[in-house]
């Protein structure tokens, strides 16, 4: 079971950083894993499509009129990211143009859906992946702050990096692909 400061300490122990028991302790790394780890959480959470954060919601018509656009959407709360925006029969993969404006979406589609990233805040809710990523994320800025060393910053960030490929590979194999047969009229063409 996840914890913050079961992933702070991950991330202290990168870099030979020590242990906390607390964020609220008066030790520097207590005062910088509190610093950092919300943004750092954040990022991570925008930079991937997790799983455990992807959420499918109808919008909210806002009356507003925006030039450009047919349609302005209130955003859902605690919304990280927008990933694709689409119509209530149009499941396909790819999204329709949309553009953020403050809190809102704007969009050509009427009665839209949004799949977007939400702010999860639970670590229980993480996933392993998404653990080892925030780790390595944390440990990044951690290692500025309390080693002032670039090098292992960099070093870091390009493990955070490995460990969003190895999650895209790993969510890639978990959905569902429709089987495509082959047509023996079709290979003799």
């Known amino acids: 079971m996840n914890s913050v400061i079961q992933i702070c300490n991950i991330a202290l122990s990168h870099f030979g950083g020590g242990e906390i028991n607390s964020l609220d302790e008066a030790s520097e790394a207590a005062r910088s894993c509190n610093l950092f780890y919300e943004n750092s959480r ?3 959470l925008r930079d991937f499509p997790w799983p455990f954060a992807r959420r499918i ?3 909210a018509l806002t009356g507003e009129s925006v030039p450009g656009w047919d349609y302005c959407y209130q955003l859902p709360a605690k919304c990280l990211r927008a990933r694709r925006v689409f119509a ?3 499941m ?3 999204s329709n143009p949309f553009d953020i404006y403050e809190d809102k979406l704007l969009c050509n589609v009427a009665s839209a859906y949004l799949e977007y990233t939400v ?8 996933d392993a992946k998404f653990s080892q990523a925030l780790s390595f ?3 990044s800025e951690l290692v500025i702050k309390l080693l002032g ?8 960030y390009t493990q955070y990096q490995q460990t969003l490929g190895e999650a895209k590979t790993a969510a890639m194999r978990e959905r569902y692909q429709e ?11």
């Open 149 to 156: 060393n670039a090098t292992r910053k960099q070093e870091f």
């Open 137 to 139: 994320k944390l440990a």
């Open 179 to 189: 089987r495509q047969y082959k047509s023996s009229w079709v290979d003799g063409r």
């Open 57 to 59: 919601q109808v919008l």
């Open 88 to 90: 209530s029969n149009d």
């Open 42 to 44: 954040d990022e991570v």
């Open 92 to 94: 396909l993969e790819y």
């Open 119 to 126: 702010q999860v805040v639970d670590p229980v809710l993480f």
